[in-house]
């Protein structure tokens, strides 16, 4: 059974990048039927799609955080990460990994999912 | 950016009830479209994929339906662990997701 966790620091002062890590466990990250992404989710608000890697270091972000994100992809560890930088409070969130299935005719969707970290954003 | 707009926001139900959640794309997206519970304190769950298809382990009380810009998650028979967040998702165009709809206890 697949299953995803993520790790670092619950808390990052302003200004400085929030940096995760996803490690996968029971499934192999390099498996050419999967891409592996990021959402967030602000206290009390919706989900917000972030980025997505596949295992070769292709990656797709969202045009609102582009200039700020970077994602990459350990394989020898099994593991992906997330850096965003010059964070600010409103980058506080419970930060979610997945994994994405993908079929061409149908498209891609997170399953499953990590079971979150909070990252507060504070001086 | 394709934009996911779900109706309503929030809604009141009785276990046993009929619930009808609606997305609607800004523009068209095909069946690039999915559905996701979520639980307070909980990491959302996938219910829904490629609009139609039933995730494996999720009960056939759910289903979806629809195409281009109009999709609907319907609960046939609300039941007591149903009463959660549910959002939408579309792939078509890298990914967005609605806003969620809260569906709480009436």
């Known amino acids: 059974q697949l299953q995803l966790q993520e790790s670092g620091p619950g808390l990052v002062k302003p200004s400085e990048t929030l940096s995760l890590t996803c490690t996968v466990s029971?499934?192999?990250?390099?498996?050419?039927?999967?891409?592996w992404g990021w959402i967030r989710q602000p206290p009390g608000k919706g989900l917000e799609w972030i980025g997505t890697i596949y295992y070769s270091g292709s990656t797709y972000y969202n045009p609102s955080l582009k200039s700020r994100v970077t994602i990459s992809v350990d394989t020898s560890k099994n593991q992906f990460s997330l850096k965003l930088s010059s964070v600010t409070a409103a980058d506080t969130a419970v930060y979610y990994c997945a994994r994405l299935p993908f079929i061409a005719a149908a498209g891609l969707w997170f399953d499953p999912w990590g079971q979150g970290t909070l990252v507060t954003v504070s001086s | 950016d394709i934009q996911m707009t779900q109706s309503p926001s929030s809604l009141s139900a009785s276990v046993g009830d009929r619930v009808t959640i609606t997305c609607r794309a800004s523009q068209s997206i095909g069946s690039f479209l999915n559905w996701y519970q979520q639980k307070p304190g909980k990491a959302p769950k996938l219910l829904i994929y490629a609009a139609s298809s039933l995730q494996s382990g999720v009960p056939s009380g759910f289903s979806g339906s629809g195409s281009g810009t109009d999709f609907t998650l319907t609960i046939s028979s609300l039941q007591p662990e149903d009463f959660a967040t549910y959002y939408c998702q579309q792939s078509y165009s890298t990914t967005t997701f609605g806003q969620g709809t809260k569906v709480e206890i009436k």
């Open positions: 029971g499934g192999s990250i390099s498996s050419s039927s999967f891409y």
